[in-house]
C-alpha cells in the first residue's frame, strides 16, 4: 500500500490529501454558514429597530381600543333605553316619533354609533 502509484504519489498520501480536502471544503461550508448567519443577524437586528417601535405602539392602541369598546357599550346601553322610551310615548300620544327632531337625529347617531361599535370591536378579534 505504501508503493508509489503511477503519478508518483503512495496511497496513503493520496488519502491524506482527500482528507485534508474534504476538510478545507468543510471548513468553506461552516464558514459560509457563519457569514450567511452574520448577514441574518444584521437583517433581524434592522428589522426589530425598525418595527419595535410600532408594535409597542399597536399593542398601546389595542389597550386604548378595548377600552373604547367598553365605553361604547355603556353608551349605547344609557341611549337605547332612553331612545325606546320615546318612541313609545310618542306612539301613545298618537306621534310619529320622527316627527321629533332629537328622536330623528337619534336615529341617525344610533346607527353612526353601532358602526363604529363594531369597527371597534371587530379590530379586537
Given at each position: 500500500m505504501n508503493?508509489?502509484?503511477?503519478?508518483?504519489?503512495?496511497?496513503k498520501e493520496y488519502t491524506e490529501a482527500v482528507e485534508k480536502?474534504?476538510?478545507s471544503k468543510t471548513e468553506k461550508v461552516e464558514l459560509g454558514l457563519v457569514d450567511d448567519l452574520g448577514k441574518l443577524n444584521k437583517q433581524l437586528q434592522n428589522f426589530i429597530s425598525k418595527n419595535s417601535k410600532v408594535a409597542k405602539q399597536f399593542v398601546d392602541l389595542k389597550k386604548e381600543m378595548k377600552s373604547l369598546e367598553g365605553d361604547s357599550e355603556k353608551l349605547i346601553k344609557k341611549f337605547r333605553p332612553v331612545k325606546t322610551e320615546i318612541f313609545n310615548q310618542a306612539k301613545a300620544l298618537g306621534l310619529k316619533p320622527a316627527d321629533i327632531p332629537q328622536y330623528k337625529t337619534a336615529q341617525g347617531v344610533d346607527g353612526d354609533m353601532m358602526d363604529l361599535f363594531n369597527l371597534i370591536s371587530n379590530s379586537l378579534r
Open positions: 508503493k508509489p502509484t503511477p503519478f508518483g504519489k503512495t496511497y480536502f474534504e476538510l
